[in-house]
Structures are given as structure tokens and as C-alpha cells.
């Protein structure tokens, strides 16, 4: 179908909306927000949290716009925005969620050979394995480059030893994709993109407990661990450029809904707070906090989607992700203290029954909520890099 509005996107829309209707089981509309949280605490579905990922997995429309070959939606960009209203119209959420599909799957597509896209994307679309990343070392944070991994030549296989930190989801991943040194004599053109299966002795994860009481991150260890020939992704010592990619796609996402959504701050302050004669928020420099929040969250997200159609089909690396990171997540963090203020002590819950669910999630987010300015590239790496790139300024240790 054509990429714009119309009969064409009409008739899809009622398409989607009938499917919708008939597909998405009507025990998961009482809390809609149950699939993502069971989906990223690394819970495998059950019940009819399996039955829809199943149907999804075989529409293809966990993955939209994804090539149809591949067993992917095939859809434009139109109609995947339909499907995304549709969706959030019955309160349905994507069952597919994860690196694959929000990192990996994008780059793959961009710089994997046929056979690699045709082992690796079908399972993706389908939700069948997890991917976790292999970026970060104890000694190689936001200097990614100085990263030590060794990845060796063993004749027809690759031998990799070396550890990675703050590894997202390691402990449940099926695969990691990995920035390992492949050359010691030169820094980022001795760097290659490698993919290793983790369910081998040679590596070890190690959850790594964090504020908000839970473990997303992991120390990752390998030891001889084994990557085939044909697991390198991009060029030998070419994996910088490879990388460089794959943090476009992970800041776009950090850019985008996950720290911004939810539930409409203003509805819950005028549930804890009370309402005027007029119907607003009681407080009137709460109304105004609350107010600027939702215009910057707004305007983010309008230009998040001008800078992702500029962008379309350019396959070089954007700084303008760089951007959209720091704004998102400072956006993002404004307002989990919002919430917490707005809902005063029963915002400093963290269990037991005098808590409802929203207020416990409340805090915890605001908790883990700190770390988005640090993971990913932390919010200091992004400002060098605008800096440098978008407005041209010179380093500081060149300014006189």
C-alpha cells in the first residue's frame, strides 16, 4: 500500500481494527501494561500473554515494518503508525520486545549478509530468542573504543575471552551481540562486530542488583568462548562503523515513548491533588510544572518523528539521536518527580498494602529512571557529541 493517507490507509485502518478486535484477548484490556512489565523482567508468556504473541508472531506486526520476507508486516510507515493507534485504541501492546527487535534486528538488516538475515531476522520477528549487548568493560565505559575483549582467529572459528559490564538482560539472552578487539595495534579500526550464542561453558553472567530492586544489568565473562566464521557482522576490524549504527537505534529508542509515556500526569494530579472550579489541577504551580512537562514530552515526540523521516534512508550514523537521548530522558525523569510529588507519602511506597500498584511503580521508576542518563552513552557523552558534530565547537582541551 501506498505511504500515505486516503482510501488506501482507511481501508487499512478498519483492517487493523478488525483484526485487533477479533486477535487481542480480552483479559489482557484490565491492565494493559502487564505484558511489557512480564516481557522485560525476562518472564516467559504464559496463558493468553502466549496467545498473543503467537498471533502476532504470525501477522508479523511485532515487527511492521520489517521486510515481509523475513516473515515481518511489510508495512509502510503510515500504516504502522495506524496499527500503533489502533493498538493503543483497545490498550493491546507489542508481545515482541527487546534488543532483537529494537537494536540488532534494525543493524542487521542494514549491514548482515542474506544468510545471516535469514538465520537471525525470522526468529526475531517471532519473539523466539533474546539478545542482550556486549559493549561496556570495567575499564571501557564511555571511552568504548579502548575496549580490550580479544576476539582471536582460531582457524574456523573465532575465540573470544575478555569480560563486558552493565550487560542489559544477559542473564536470559539466547544470543549477544559483541564489540570485541580483533587488532591491538590500532583503536577503532581494530574493532569487529561479532555475535556469540551464550548458551556455551566459555560464558558466565553475573546479575548486578540495582536501587530500584531489580536486575536488568549483568558482569558477562567469556573464556574461550567460540563465535563461528560466519558470526561477524560487517568487515573484520570494520565493527566500529557496525557499532556506531546499532547506538543510532538504541538512543532512538531511549529518545522515544519508554521515559515519556504512560498514563496522563495531569489526570493523576487532579486525582491526588483535586481539581478548581474550573476543572484543573487545584495547585496552580503545580498546573504550570505539569503543563510544561506534557508541552516539552509533546514536542519531543513531534520532533522525534521529523528527525526519523528526515532520516529515512540514510544509513550512516546520526548525532541527532544524541539529541533526542538527552531530551528524552531528561523529560522523562521531570516526570517521575512529578509523580512522586503529586502523590506526596503514598509516593514513597515500596511494598505492602497500604501501596496501590501505580504508586509502588512510581517510585521504583523514579529510581531506575536515574540511570538513563548514564546508560547507552551517558547524558555528558551526548552533549560532547552534539557539541562537536551538530555545532562544530572545538574540544575544550583545544580552546585557549
Known sequence: MADFGGSDLDAFRTEARTWLEAN??????????????????????KGDHLVWKQ??????????????????????????????????????YNPMVGMGLSMFGPTLLEYGTEEQKQRHIPPIVRGELRWCQGYS???????????????????????INGSKIWTSGAQYADWC???VRTDTTRKHEGISFVLIDMHQPGVETRPIKLIAGSSPFCETFFTDARAEKDDMLGPLN?????????????????????????ASVAEIAKTYVGVDDQG???????????????????????????????????????????????????IGQTRAELLLEIMGHQGLGWSGDDFAR??????????????WTIFGGSQEVQSNIVSKRILGLPDTTQAS
Open 177 to 179: 551481540f559483541c564489540l
Open 358 to 371: 501505580d504508586e509502588i511503580e512510581a517510585v521504583r521508576t523514579w529510581l531506575s529512571g536515574k540511570a
Open 24 to 45: 487481542y484477548p480480552p483479559s489482557l484490556r484490565d491492565d494493559p501494561e502487564a505484558g511489557q512489565r512480564m516481557m522485560m523482567g525476562g518472564v516467559t508468556p
Open 137 to 159: 568493560e570495567p575499564g571501557a565505559g564511555s571511552d568504548l573504543a579502548s575496549l580490550t575483549t580479544k576476539c582471536e582467529d582460531a582457524g574456523d572459528h573465532w575465540k
Open 238 to 262: 570494520g565493527g566500529w562503523t557496525v557499532g556506531k549504527r546499532l547506538l543510532q537505534h538504541e538512543r532512538s529508542g531511549q529518545g522515544g515513548g519508554r521515559m515519556t509515556g504512560g
Open 280 to 330: 484543573r489541577i487545584a495547585d496552580s504551580d503545580l498546573r504550570t510544572r505539569v503543563t510544561q512537562n506534557m508541552m516539552d514530552a509533546r514536542a519531543h515526540a513531534l520532533t522525534l518523528e521529523r528527525a526519523r523521516l528526515e532520516s529515512k534512508g540514510n544509513v550512516n550514523p546520526s548525532a541527532a539521536t544524541s539529541i533526542m537521548k538527552n531530551s528524552g530522558t531528561w
Open 55 to 92: 498471533r502476532m508472531a504470525e501477522k508479523g506486526w511485532g515487527t511492521p515494518t520489517w521486510p515481509k520476507q523475513y516473515g515481518a508486516g511489510g508495512l509502510t510507515a503510515a500504516e504502522a503508525r495506524v496499527l500503533t493507534q489502533e493498538m493503543d485504541r483497545i490498550g493491546a
